[in-house]
């Protein structure tokens, strides 16, 4: 039982392996956040609550006399709103009556085990017998408007999943004007947020910050989750590094508008909301309505930012990611864009493939400007069939098959180009607001998701392209934000909700496809890593990371994803040299190490190769595919930090059974008569003696121990030209 309910003192236990999360409701009909921590055993931890008498801190009437328990000091574990907690709220309404107030009250609770999807949307999933699950009922007594607080217990995976169904029992409608998943009030004290901030090209870069008092806020209201702001936060204590220390994670399972805010209020007490941006959202709940928000996968450890991100590496490979390629190792993939972008012909194509095929490449996937008349980025978009003046769509795809290889697709099923047949037949069926010229980005604007009859459209006629030939992987993109949204499909007092429809039409789309084309490989991408969160890897298992394919770039950029997504998901390609994004030219190593370390695939013109890189190119996909299962299922770990120190990095992959480690290890900028490099290796058994292949100057495999590469460390021998690699491959010996 990893849920227990100790009636006589009013708390819940929810234990984890090495957590415990406490719930308690107090004599006035409050829930609590009594604990979140190392697992204590079932003590009430009530001891920790703000029970003083707090000037400009009201008390509910319920509290009588007692001028103790104010709703703005309490740890709570869901806000209402507009009663006296002047914090940050977790909800927000407009009534009926035009009060803004919702006090939410116990009211029940119930305890099952297994765990409940979330109507058209993702969420983590039960293995079997996985999870036992709590939900909360909080109700508001005036308006009975109810919110259930739902906590999924992962125990082996020391992860909890949390969510809000809010319920409008009432006699009248009322409007959610915030309703977010979670509120997490943490133990007093300082609180470091870590946060993944970027722009396209450089996403998820690791910011670290004392919280200040006052609110902190991560967000994005761009209709994706963003390059720029990343889903997923984490909370440390200053003293806490890579191994060692607490934190605590939050990473919002949704594709959308979404806000994590974080306060430090007046008594040092830190609290964190996360969900649904209220800023662009507003629903209209009506009677006897009901409204899921998103899920939140929720993490601690005292043991430090690598074993939190391991936590969450695999709980995203066994409990989001699905199909047939879940654990499967994927095809090594050829796409044609940077070798061909919008320039091609059925001819090229044939020839990049054939090159491809002679290499070892397992698939090859034909990128933008395949469709209507998409010659460049200013048409096409909408019109979902084959341009035949330019390829033959299935002859393609049997050549390719018949090279031995797997044939792939890219799309951009939400996007639509005025030039085009769809826009011009159904010009209505694009977001704008009538009046207005609505925003272009990248000339093409956004079709109305939110309404299915134009999600099912176009998802037919994808459809149909997918079903008239064999393909067997879809690269699917979104290549613009939001903006001028607007829906001829609902009223005025409902238009606050498009943003939220749009994001559950991207989801029906996506179920759709998995269903319909479960032996389909599909790579979420928007414009590299612009919605690469744990909502889209519910559907695809993999997402295209960056469109920077510098190696270099793409150093940092996966050194930050990794904190909170694991390598089985990070799409990563080799490609030519001077890079398109950077002009740098790096060495065919770095780019091969740096693309091996996530889903390999190259992207480039073959038939351009010198010889020696295509030496190289075969070596790669060797070493790949010997090492896949150590990268899609090994512990990750992070040995040195290229932000701070960025002349090197490195990084290493261990089996869960200790015995197989693989590091690399990538020199980017050489230092005349260098100082020593050594990293100290992590994740081996002390007691354990390991031989390493890959070593540079040392004559024969030597034989090392455990505690002596990780207490002491490995000396990496001296560079001469940047961009220099090496690759140990550890193995245990008796
Ligand atoms: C986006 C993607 C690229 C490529 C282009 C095609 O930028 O991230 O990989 O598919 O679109 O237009």
Redesign the pocket.
């Known amino acids: 039982m990893s849920i227990i309910y100790k009636q006589e003192e009013k708390y819940f236990n929810l234990h984890t392996q090495n957590t415990t999360y406490q719930i308690g409701i107090n004599q006035y009909g409050y829930v609590l956040h009594n604990y979140y921590g190392r697992r204590i055993a079932d003590v009430s931890m009530n001891q920790l609550l703000n029970l003083y008498d707090r000037g400009f801190s009201g008390n509910p009437s319920q509290a009588g006399r007692d001028r103790t328990f104010s709703l703005d000091t309490a740890a709570l574990e869901y806000t209402g709103c507009g009663i006296g907690d002047y914090r940050i709220s977790s909800c927000g309404v407009l009534n009926e009556d035009g009060s803004m107030a919702a006090d939410l009250q116990y009211a029940g609770y119930n305890i099952y085990r297994g765990k409940q999807g979330i109507p058209g949307m993702p969420a983590a999933y039960d293995n079997g017998g996985e999870c036992e699950t709590l939900e909360i009922v909080l109700e508001d007594p005036c308006t009975k408007l109810r919110a259930v607080l739902i906590y999924n217990v992962f125990e082996k995976a020391d992860m909890i999943t949390r969510r809000v169904r809010f319920e409008n029992h009432g006699d009248g409608a009322v409007r959610l004007e915030r309703a977010l998943s979670v509120c997490l009030d943490m133990q007093p004290g300082s609180w470091d947020l870590i946060h993944f901030h970027g722009r396209h090209c450089m996403e998820r870069q690791p910011e670290r910050l004392r919280q200040p008092h006052g609110i902190t806020r991560i967000s994005s209201k761009r209709g994706s989750s963003s390059h720029q702001h990343n889903p997923f936060v984490i909370m440390a204590a200053p003293e806490t590094v890579e191994t060692n220390g607490d934190c605590y994670g939050m990473m919002l399972v949704y594709s959308g508008d979404y806000a994590a805010e974080i306060e430090m209020d007046q008594m040092n007490s830190t609290r964190i909301v996360m969900g649904i941006n209220p800023d662009t959202f507003s629903w209209k709940l009506e009677k006897e309505a009901v409204f899921d928000t998103p899920e939140v996968i929720m993490g601690f450890t005292h043991e430090g930012l690598g074993t939190l991100s391991q936590m969450y590496h695999r709980f995203i490979r066994n409990n989001i990611c699905r199909g047939k390629y879940k654990n499967a190792r994927r095809p090594v993939l050829v796409n044609n864009?940077e070798g061909t972008y919008f320039d091609f012909t059925h001819e090229k194509l044939e020839a990049i493939a054939g090159e491809a095929a002679k290499l070892g490449i397992e698939m090859f996937v034909l990128?933008?400007g395949w469709f209507g008349k998409r010659d460049d980025?200013c048409s096409g978009l909408g019109d979902w069939k084959v341009n035949e003046n330019k390829v033959h769509l299935a002859r393609l795809a049997q050549t390719v098959n018949e090279m031995g290889m797997k044939f792939g697709l890219?799309i951009e099923p939400e996007m639509v180009n005025e030039d085009s047949d769809l826009y011009r037949e159904h010009p209505g069926w694009a977001l704008k607001i009538p009046g207005r010229d609505p925003a272009r980005a990248r000339y093409q604007l956004v079709l109305d998701f939110s309404r299915v009859e134009i999600v099912d459209a176009v998802y037919e006629q994808i459809a149909s392209v997918l079903s008239s030939c064999n393909i067997e992987y879809v690269?699917w993109?979104m290549?613009r934000s939001l903006a001028d949204t607007w829906s001829a499909a609902l009223p005025a007092d409902r238009q606050g909700e498009i943003r939220h429809r749009f994001v559950l039409g991207v989801y029906h789309f996506a179920e759709r496809l998995v269903n319909d084309f479960p032996h389909v490989l599909l790579e979420g991408?928007s414009?590299?890593g612009g919605r690469f969160d744990a909502g889209m890897l519910y559907y695809a298992p993999q997402i295209?990371c960056s469109?920077d394919t510098d190696a270099e770039e793409r150093v940092l950029i996966q050194y930050g994803t990794s904190f909170g997504y694991p390598a089985s998901t990070v799409g990563s390609h080799v490609s030519a040299v001077p890079n398109h994004q950077t002009g740098r030219i790096s060495t065919m190593d770095l780019r091969g190490m740096v693309a091996m370390s996530g889903m390999l695939g190259y992207e480039l013109d073959l038939t351009t190769l010198k010889k020696s890189d295509k030496t190289k190119v075969r070596q790669q996909i060797k070493t790949y595919k010997k090492y896949a299962d150590l990268v899609m299922n090994g512990n990750y770990y992070r040995l040195t930090d290229p932000v701070k120190e960025p002349d090197y990095c490195a990084w290493s992959f261990v089996s869960e059974n200790r015995k197989k480690c693989l590091v690399n290890f990538v020199n980017l900028h050489t230092r005349a008569n260098g100082p020593l490099i050594n990293v100290r290796f992590r994740g081996l058994n002390p007691e354990a003696n390991y031989k390493i292949q890959g070593e540079k100057n040392q004559g024969g495999q030597k034989i090392y121990n455990g505690a002596a590469l990780m207490y002491g460390g490995y000396i990496f021998p001296v560079f001469t030209g940047d961009g220099e690699t090496v690759q140990l491959y550890l193995q245990e010996v008796r």
Do not use: F, I, P, S
């Open positions: 864009w990128d933008d980025d890219w690269k993109d290549n991408c414009g590299g295209w469109d």
